[in-house]
């Protein structure tokens, strides 16, 4: 169990370094064919329109993201975990201009699949941060 808790603090770590780098194909590469992404006032997303936007803002004329998590309780049960956590994402647009900053709670449901952890849904209930 702890050894499964360590491969999902990596897969979320290795998220937002590739996040940050705008290394769309490592981010992809850690979520599930099927995954569905829930965030407020939008419908679902799922893989290939989280591939299409991902890939839009990777462009050098898209803004750059950084970003901070503190995971606040992680669970596995069997093939299947959930973690909540903290997260604040900053967007620096590409001429330098003013931040945005968002910042909230995700709720993150993974499986196991081929013996690696991989995102399968993900509700983000990030807004914007007071500045």
Do not use: C, Y
């Not at 419908?43 to 329109?49: F, G, S, T």
């Not at 898209?62 to 503190?70: I, V, Y």
């Not at 993974?110 to 941060?129: I, S, T, Y």
Request: avoid cysteine.
């Amino acid at each position: 169990m702890q050894d499964d808790e360590q491969q999902i603090r990596e897969l979320v770590s290795a998220w937002m370094a590739a996040s940050k780098t705008g290394d769309v194909d490592t981010v992809l590469s850690l979520m599930a064919d099927d995954a569905v992404f829930l965030v407020a006032g939008r419908p679902p997303m799922h893989k290939a329109d989280f591939a299409a936007a991902a890939r839009a803002q990777a462009r050098g004329d898209a803004p750059r993201f950084d970003g901070t998590n503190e995971i606040q309780e992680l669970r596995v049960l069997g093939d299947w975990a959930f973690l909540w956590q903290r997260l604040t994402v900053t967007a620096v647009p590409p001429d330098g201009g003013e931040s945005t900053v968002r910042s909230g709670h995700t709720l993150t449901i993974f499986r196991r699949q081929d013996g690696r952890w991989v995102l399968a849904r993900d509700a983000n209930l990030l807004a914007p941060a007071a500045q």
